[in-house]
């Protein structure tokens, strides 16, 4: 595949009753597929195991380095059962909430008595505070708070419709206390941990204390060790996001209950913000939510989805996330297929449309200088690739910071950590037997680069790494290389 046609933004997708079989799973990869998404909002625990079986021997089959994100529940606000039919409301209404499986204590004369559920029926009633807005079901409902009894509550409608069992609960304006994780998270946690998931996504993320106590609670319990990206969707985090960003593996820009909190209108520009600063700081966005909705019923996606996919690409997000459309859709493999059109074609545009900063590197790093400057070396000679020889990968997600338009291929001896790769901005890798500081680094590098067509001979190729040590976080190193060898089996094929 020729440099210019290789995709930079990867594709995430959501893995669900559309895309559960292992010939799906081989489809979704071979169409796009970087990132496959376990969502624990829903299925079992043998589901998500038959599941991340199914990715790995597919990524195995295909030969192509793919992570596997689990994405944890965190503290649903939701409603309760409400029986078949649900329960008509209409502006004016006053609504008692209490916990589902009880019995109301509060007056219920005059009053539609509506079950949430249990486990957040005492903090929400702690919290709120007469006239704090409580919306349902993505906000199609609306109410105001009249009285509060923990742990139940009366509201006004405002906004009346139809409930059904379990919708949505947001409170937008309102600090909520409980914490970002429940006893059901743990416990889906430590499957994760055992299954040996690449990275852990955390909903309703509020403040670094959220990050650091699972980042401590993983360290205690497990050699496994995945990265943690932080879902944005909270009013906290999204006004406060530094201490995140500065704590945080990655994050994800959560739209659909962000929008329900903040207005919609006002998404578009936490979008941006939200990927510039994350940009500046080399930490890896995922964009999400009804990116190509339209495409979980039609094989066509609408004129404005096309356009959002594109935008979050000029933006400078790393990746872009499928949700229904690959989880429950009639169309996975074509909305993957589209996914990627879009994004090459906006790629194709980038000079032109991008609002990607400047960058310099950061004062007193030096495999931030190390990096930088490799990107402008590769540039200005003309180079096939810029190779980065990395332990951990933070040479080449350094390196994605700078955005070259050089093609980025990691090498590394390490699967695990490779895979990890699989949602930064363009990084390609290539897997190679363990380095050992005897190594021809240099020669090695130029080899696999030949085996796996990452350059071919008089290429020039730039190459960054910890020389001669070769250990964590060394890289000092640049090096241009014109392409002499021939090539010789010493790596394994990739993608």
Known sequence: MHASSRRKVKIVCTLGPSSNTQDKIESLIRSGLDTARLNFSHGTHEVHRNLFSSVRNAAQKIGKH??????????????GKLGPEGVRLKAGDEVLLYPEGSDPKMSTTGRIAIPISAEIA?????????????????????????EAKPPEMVVTMTVGGKLTSNKGINLPGTPLSMPAHTDKDLRDLKLGLELGVDTVALSFVRSPRDILFIKELIRKNSNHQPLIVSKIEREEAVYAPEG???VTDGIMIARGDMAVELGAQKVPMIQKMLIRMSNELGVPVITATQMLESMISSPTPTRAEASDVANAVFDGTDAVMLSAESASGEYPVETVQTMAKIILEAEGELQQYSVHANLTPISGSIVDSIEYSASKIASHVGATAIACVTHSGTAARTLAKYRPEIPIVAVMDNEAALRKLAFVWGVEGVLIPELVATDDIFGMVERVLLDNHRAAIDDFIVMTAGVPTLGRGTTNTIKVHQVKGRPARTAKPTS
């Open 66 to 79: 793919v992570a596997i994100l689990q994405d944890l529940q965190g503290p649903k606000l939701r409603l």
């Open 244 to 246: 995140i960003l500065e």
């Open 122 to 146: 005492e903090t929400l009633s702690k919290d709120v505070r007469k006239g704090s807005r409580i919306l349902f079901d993505d906000g199609k409902l609306s109410s105001e708070v009249k």
